[in-house]
């Protein structure tokens, strides 16, 4: 079965500044996807970004960047400029390609994230 | 651009009372999860259905059932509630046949059990 671990449940960034959110996972299977989501206050869980398995470049989507080391089976989120705005809990997500999964999304149990002014 | 919709958002309940949750997929997608995510916890998959075909389970207890319609909403019903069901339950959508899909989630129902 497969896991997601983000070891780090809280950080803290200065607005403005730079910060990277890390996470690993355990799989056996060589294909698949892994996601950030954001869960602000409000709940609603928002795609950060999400990146293919199969790709070695690593996505990025203006502010927010992935470093994924496939070999290392590590997906860290970089966020530059850090906004107040980004203040959430961010989870880390994996899912299966093919197989029986038809899709479902297994998470880490997730990082708060603090922006200081 | 049309979202997930689910129903109601809140919700209150008593012990051992039953609870239906509806959710309303963005338009033409073919998969409809279902998530539980505790205070504090991660979301933990509960239900999936393919094209109105159950496809996958996770730690979906016994005393809930699910189903996909016809018109491809899905409704999550809860029996004989307790008080650990109280929870954000998340409705997502994708649409599994296309590459690089991703999973849309509406905005939850917050269920509470008294």
């Known amino acids: 079965a497969q896991t997601v671990t983000q070891s780090q449940p809280e950080m803290s960034v200065q607005e403005a500044e730079t910060v990277t959110l890390s996470c690993t996972y355990d799989?056996?299977?060589?294909?698949?996807?892994l996601f950030w989501y954001k869960q602000p206050p409000s709940r609603q869980m928002i795609l950060v970004i999400r990146?293919?398995?199969?790709?070695?470049q690593n996505a990025t989507e203006n502010r927010f960047s992935v470093n994924f080391q496939k070999a290392a089976k590590s997906f860290s989120l970089k966020i530059s400029d850090s906004q107040l705005g980004d203040a959430a809990m961010y989870f880390c997500?994996?899912?299966?390609?093919?197989?029986?999964?038809?899709?479902?999304?297994?998470f880490g149990k997730g990082t708060k994230l603090s922006v200081k002014p | 651009a049309a979202g997930v919709i689910q129903s109601p958002r809140h919700l209150i309940k008593e012990k051992r009372e039953t609870a239906t949750l509806k959710c309303y997929p963005i338009?033409?997608?073919?998969?409809v999860y279902w998530y539980q995510q505790g205070p504090g916890q991660d979301p933990q998959f509960l239900i999936s259905?393919?094209?109105?075909?159950?496809?996958d389970k996770g730690s979906i207890p016994d005393r809930f059932s699910a189903q996909q319609f016809s018109d491809y909403h899905s409704e999550l019903n809860m029996s004989s509630l307790e008080l650990g069901d109280s929870a954000l339950y998340f409705c997502?959508?994708?649409?599994?046949?296309?590459?690089?899909?991703?999973?849309?989630f509406g905005q939850g129902t917050r269920l509470t059990v008294v």
């Open positions: 997502a959508s994708s649409l599994l046949g296309q590459q690089n899909t991703e999973a849309f």
């Open positions: 338009p033409r997608h073919d998969t």
């Open positions: 997500a994996y899912r299966s390609r093919h197989g029986g999964s038809q899709g479902n999304l297994i």
């Open positions: 259905f393919y094209e109105k075909m159950q496809s």
């Open positions: 990146q293919e398995a199969y790709k070695q």
């Open positions: 799989t056996s299977e060589s294909d698949y996807y």
